[in-house]
């Protein structure tokens, strides 16, 4: 079956870097997209970005453009997302989903979450 | 704010339907397709429709979904107390070129 296991928690202070690593199975990687969705505490969803497993284009949600990096690795069909300069107001759960190989579908399933937590 | 508008909750008894709204603009429902997410508490969303009303495999004709102009709808019959959970719609804009989601609504099973 299809699954998206993403590494585990992690706390970081202010201005420092994360990156989170969702893991895929059961289906082909580089057929499909990743794309990156977070949830802060006690809030809605907020698409981040998408990057293409197939040919590695990405689209990033303008707010985060410079701060943040999607990359995957096909060898281990591993998408990774990497979010710089970490401020109190990105913790957050983390999700990845899986998406279309072009297009942002949002269709899914989704990754358990990782909870990124900035604070000093 | 959420660029779609959707009601913080809504709450029916087991067995009764219940409906969720979802309101946005031309640059968004009114041009692209609309998927409706569940999330139970503590997990992580599930979609429960995509291309504004087709079920994914596995998911119950329970649940509905439905589009006209510039708002959308969720259906639910027959409602199960385990159907409590954050139900959220979400579709492409094509003005700021990111999916945009609804702020969410809380379904409660009295």
């Known amino acids: 079956q299809v699954q998206l296991v993403q590494s585990g928690a992690e706390v970081k202070k202010p201005g420092a870097s994360v990156k989170v690593s969702c893991k895929a199975s059961?289906?082909?990687?580089?057929?499909?997209?990743i794309s990156w969705v977070r949830q802060a505490p006690g809030q809605g969803l907020e698409w981040m970005g998408w990057?293409?497993?197939?040919?590695?284009?990405?689209n990033y949600a303008q707010k985060l453009q410079g701060r943040v990096t999607m990359t995957t690795d096909t060898s281990t069909s591993t998408a990774y997302m990497e979010l710089r300069s970490l401020r109190s107001d990105d913790t957050a759960v983390y999700y990845c989903?899986?998406?279309?190989?072009?297009?942002?579908?949002?269709?899914?399933?989704w990754g358990q979450g990782t909870l990124v937590t900035v604070s000093s | 704010q959420s660029v779609l508008t959707q009601p913080p909750s809504v709450s029916a008894a087991p067995g009764q339907k219940v409906t969720i709204s979802c309101s946005g603009s031309?640059?968004?429902?009114?041009?692209?397709?609309v998927s409706w997410y569940q999330q139970l508490p503590g997990t992580a969303p599930k979609l429960l429709i995509y291309?504004?009303?087709k079920r994914p495999s596995g998911i119950p004709d329970r649940f509905s979904g439905s589009k006209s102009g510039t708002s959308a709808t969720l259906g639910i019959t027959g409602l199960q107390t385990g159907d409590e959970a954050d139900y959220y719609c979400?579709?492409?804009?094509?003005?700021?070129?990111?999916?945009?989601f609804g702020g969410g609504t809380k379904l409660t099973v009295l």
């Open positions: 989903a899986r998406d279309h190989m072009t297009t942002v579908t949002l269709r899914g399933p």
């Open positions: 059961g289906y082909t990687f580089t057929s499909y997209g």
């Open positions: 990057i293409s497993a197939y040919n590695g284009n990405t």
């Open positions: 031309s640059s968004n429902i009114g041009n692209n397709y």
């Open positions: 291309e504004n009303n």
């Open positions: 979400g579709t492409w804009d094509s003005s700021l070129s990111v999916w945009v």
